[in-house]
């Protein structure tokens, strides 16, 4: 696959950058090249993504960020199984139990929300820093979710850094899985007063949570786009951002 003429190999973190020092230093190149272009494309071009991840795969295969990379691409098209064995191999090389929440997810996006509950309540979970424990309370409280169990999903997310007032990096995402919670049990003026607490702390827009919170509070946003046209003639539906009859399967 192409690499564009600005991507160096250089912009990949020093501790991967080391892992590849085992390599060549013609195939190390190579291989931080198509791991930056993982990276880059991930979020926006997931396929993409995977595809670069491929190449990294198959020329460096024993190199565990490269395992760990192509895991995280799989992961991001939905390819659990693929993103779980990447990241079992992974964790083989290090040691590491880094991987362990979006393993325990891997697992819930194959249909097993009781091997990730399972895996919850491992032992490794307490090897986990902060951020990795928050991950886990989350992937935890979807499983529930997954098997039905609303209120039980409730208090798994019911935790000190939901108390918490100060704001770190993953307050927004555990504050909009507690409101998103609370909707589907039914607790909309809960819900509501969760999902604004997580637009205060979604700096980066992570969530969409200013858009729950306007859906909830009624706030219709027009497509201006669409607006354009039925000035042109087009109908109200249209103007709304409405498909017409034709648009529907």
């Not at 690499?3 to 973190?13: A, K, R, S, W």
């Not at 931080?32 to 494309?41: D, G, I, Q, S």
């Not at 490794?124 to 039980?152: C, F, I, N, P, T």
């Not at 027009?222 to 539906?237: K, P, Q, Y």
Request: aromatic content about 6%; proline content about 4%; glycine content about 8%.
């Amino acid at each position: 696959m192409p690499i564009p003429e600005d991507v160096t190999g250089e912009e990949i973190d020093k501790d991967v950058r080391q892992e590849l020092q085992s390599l060549p230093k013609g195939l190390a190149e190579d291989v931080a090249k198509n791991l930056v272009m993982v990276a880059r494309l991930i979020d926006e071009d997931p396929e993409g993504a995977y595809g670069y991840s491929k190449v990294a795969l198959r020329l460096a295969s024993r190199v565990a960020a490269v395992r760990e990379a192509a895991g995280f691409a799989a992961y991001a098209n939905q390819k659990y199984a693929e993103a779980l064995a990447e990241f079992r191999a992974a964790r083989r090389m290090t040691g590491n139990t880094d991987l362990w929440p979006v393993m325990a997810d891997c697992e819930r996006g194959l249909g097993r929300p009781e091997k990730a509950l399972d895996m919850a309540g491992a032992p490794d979970v307490h090897k986990l820093d902060k951020a990795g424990q928050v991950e886990m309370r989350l992937v935890a409280a979807g499983a529930r979710r997954d098997m039905g169990q609303l209120d039980a999903a409730i208090v798994t997310l019911q935790s000190p850094e939901l108390a918490s007032n100060a704001v770190q990096p993953w307050t927004a995402r555990l504050r909009y899985a507690y409101a998103d919670a609370l909707l589907a049990a039914g607790r909309q003026g809960e819900a509501r007063e969760w999902f604004a607490k997580a637009v205060e702390a979604d700096k980066d827009g992570s969530t969409d949570a200013s858009d729950r919170l306007a859906e909830m509070d009624g706030v219709e946003f027009v497509d201006a786009f669409n607006e354009d046209e039925d000035e042109d003639g087009g109908s109200e539906g249209q103007a709304q951002g409405q498909p017409d009859e034709g648009d529907k399967e």
